[in-house]
């Protein structure tokens, strides 16, 4: 990875766009820091962490702290990610979606500029929803319309801004824009992590004790890390077979090739999916403000992250039940959308493609359904063990940091998908040199 972010230093406009991205990564984190007047921040952390649970840390952890400090970039990329997963669901419930994601690049375009339309509808909907709850806790100066009104438009405003830099950013930078962005505000917050974990377990302790706590935090991070990696790199060949074919006057020979099927295929959507539904009672509690100690209130506290693995609260595992639940149900059907055994099996019959051993058509179909499922269910045990790790240190062991598992899948994820662009990027540039020669 060093060795191509300093091939790719040697090569002029690929060296313009790195520094183009540079700069724009950092007008992203000065908007972190700028604060939205007004709100009085004790008050408005209290009211998220009440209302949202464990998913305040989720979501605090993809602005990279801008939602725990409501900044002007609080909702940063959330809205345009949880737009883009809306627009990939309907995509198999409305036709015409699905008729413009085949057309291509220009159908392409057309699902991205509907995007950025339910981005900004859902930027004023959350922005709406968190001016009124801070309004109802009394965490703003003065409760009048044109204070409600300024956030609700700040809020907004920024989003869109973090939206077009992230744009600009896959257009004359490197890499997927949000992705980029999504990946800096999650590394901007280890630092302070890591710090949380060196004051409650190294510092104060003796020599032996805190050397072994160190050694421990950095083998469980190292780990996890490497756990992501082979996760995300995994993948099944499905060898497949074409056969001869005239060409002109000449017969072609036989070609082999394959097809990779992704072990983690549906990716972090599963565990954004899930963590954002078992959001919803928490704030049932605090909508209908359910009283203390009553078995309701027992009962949504255990679909709460923050109790999991809590020998304290032992109810708790009913939500963790839930959550590997929806998990497996989510990576299912994220991943019937994304893949379709019945249109690879069409496609390699017309192509007069085969898989050794199988019979074009229905058998095919099945046999791809088959490994498909097989896979699918170890990606998804994966994906929990790496999102239940630093769920179980914080239940356990009080380890409190807001990245985790789904954030090192992400991290992992834009990295090694930037290195490729890169290298593919260079490879071009030679053929080009090449050729000019």
Same mark, same amino acid.
């Not at 313009?16 to 520094?19: E, T």
């Given at each position: 990875?060093?060795?191509?972010?300093?091939?790719?230093?040697?090569?002029? @406009?690929?060296r313009?766009?790195? /520094?183009y991205t540079?700069?724009?990564?950092?007008?992203?984190r000065?908007?972190?820091?700028?604060?939205?007047p007004?709100v009085?921040?004790?008050?408005?952390r209290?009211y998220?962490?009440?209302?949202?649970?464990g998913?305040?840390s989720?979501?605090?952890?993809f602005?990279?702290?801008?939602?725990?400090?409501?900044?002007?970039?609080?909702?940063?990329?959330t809205p !345009?990610?949880t737009? $883009?997963?809306?627009?990939q669901?309907?995509?198999?419930a409305?036709?015409?979606?699905?008729?413009?994601?085949?057309?291509?690049?220009?159908?392409?375009?057309?699902?991205?500029?509907?995007?950025?339309?339910?981005?900004?509808?859902?930027?004023?909907? @959350?922005?709406?929803?968190?001016?009124?709850?801070?309004?109802?806790?009394?965490?703003? #100066?003065?409760?009048?319309?044109?204070?409600?009104f300024?956030?609700? *438009?700040?809020?907004?405003?920024?989003?869109?801004?973090?939206m077009?830099?992230?744009e600009?950013?896959?257009?004359?930078?490197i890499?997927?824009?949000?992705s980029?962005?999504?990946?800096?505000?999650?590394?901007?917050r280890?630092p302070?992590?890591f710090?949380n974990?060196?004051?409650m377990?190294?510092?104060g302790?003796?020599?032996?004790?805190?050397?072994?706590?160190?050694?421990?935090?950095?083998? *469980?991070?190292?780990g996890?890390?490497?756990?992501?990696?082979?996760?995300?790199?995994?993948?099944?060949?499905?060898?497949?077979?074409?056969?001869?074919?005239?060409?002109?006057?000449?017969?072609?020979?036989?070609?082999?090739?394959?097809?990779?099927?992704?072990?983690?295929?549906?990716? *972090?959507?599963p565990i954004?999916?899930?963590?954002?539904?078992?959001?919803?009672?928490?704030?049932?509690?605090?909508?209908?403000n359910?009283?203390?100690?009553?078995t309701w209130?027992?009962?949504?506290?255990?679909?709460?992250q923050?109790?999991?693995?809590?020998?304290e609260?032992?109810?708790?595992?009913?939500?963790?039940?839930v959550?590997?639940?929806?998990n497996?149900?989510?990576a !299912?059907?994220?991943?019937?959308?994304?893949?379709?055994?019945? @249109?690879?099996?069409n496609?390699m019959?017309?192509? #007069?493609?085969?898989?050794?051993?199988?019979?074009?058509?229905?058998?095919t179909?099945?046999?791809?359904?088959?490994?498909l499922n097989?896979?699918?269910?170890? #990606?998804?045990?994966?994906?929990?063990?790496?999102?239940?790790?630093p769920? /179980?240190?914080?239940?356990?062991?009080?380890?409190?940091? $807001? /990245?985790?598992?789904?954030?090192?899948?992400?991290?992992?994820?834009?990295?090694?998908?930037?290195?490729k662009?890169? @290298?593919?990027?260079?490879?071009?540039?030679?053929?080009s040199g090449?050729?000019?020669?």
């Open positions: 990875m060093f060795k191509t972010l300093v091939n790719a230093f040697k090569i002029e @406009e690929l313009k766009r790195m /520094f540079f700069w724009i990564l950092i007008v992203v000065l908007g972190s820091l700028l604060p939205i007004g009085d921040l004790s008050q408005a209290e998220l962490q009440s209302v949202l649970g998913t305040n989720f979501i605090d952890s602005t990279g702290g801008s939602f725990a400090s409501m900044s002007v970039f609080a909702l940063s990329v !345009y990610i737009a $883009s997963i809306i627009m669901l309907l995509t198999i409305i036709p015409a979606i699905e008729e413009m994601h085949r057309d291509g690049e220009d159908g392409r375009k057309k699902i991205q500029k509907i995007t950025r339309y339910v981005s900004v509808g859902l930027a004023v909907l @959350e922005s709406s929803g968190l001016a009124l709850g801070f309004s109802r806790q009394g965490a703003l #100066g003065e409760t009048n319309f044109l204070t409600i300024t956030i609700i *438009v700040t809020l907004t405003t920024g989003s869109c801004i973090i077009w830099l992230g600009r950013i896959s257009d004359k930078g890499g997927n824009g949000i980029i962005i999504l990946l800096i505000n999650i590394v901007s280890m302070a992590d710090a974990l060196y004051e377990f190294v510092k302790k003796d020599i032996v004790q805190a050397i072994i706590d160190a050694v421990i935090i950095v083998a *469980v991070v190292i996890t890390t490497i756990l992501v990696i082979l996760l995300q790199d995994a993948e099944r060949r499905i060898p497949v077979q074409y056969s001869k074919k005239m060409q002109g006057r000449r017969m072609a020979g036989s070609q082999a090739s394959y097809i990779p099927l992704k072990v983690n295929t549906a990716g *972090v959507i954004i999916f899930a963590a954002s539904l078992l959001s919803v009672p928490s704030i049932i509690i605090n909508l209908f359910i009283q203390a100690g009553t209130q027992k009962i949504l506290q255990g679909l709460n923050n109790y999991w693995f809590n020998r609260y032992p109810w708790a595992s009913v939500g963790l039940i959550y590997i639940l929806l497996i149900i989510f !299912y059907f994220y991943t019937s959308i994304t893949f379709n055994p019945m @249109e690879v099996a496609n019959k017309k192509s #007069g493609g085969f898989i050794p051993g199988i019979r074009p058509g229905k058998p179909q099945d046999y791809l359904n088959k490994i097989y896979i699918v269910l170890i #990606g998804v045990i994966g994906l929990l063990i790496v999102a239940l790790i769920i /179980f240190f914080n239940g356990m062991f009080k380890a409190d940091v $807001s /990245f985790g598992g789904t954030s090192l899948i992400i991290i992992v994820g834009v990295i090694l998908e930037t290195m662009q890169l @290298e593919s990027q260079m490879l071009v540039r030679n053929y090449f050729l000019n020669d």
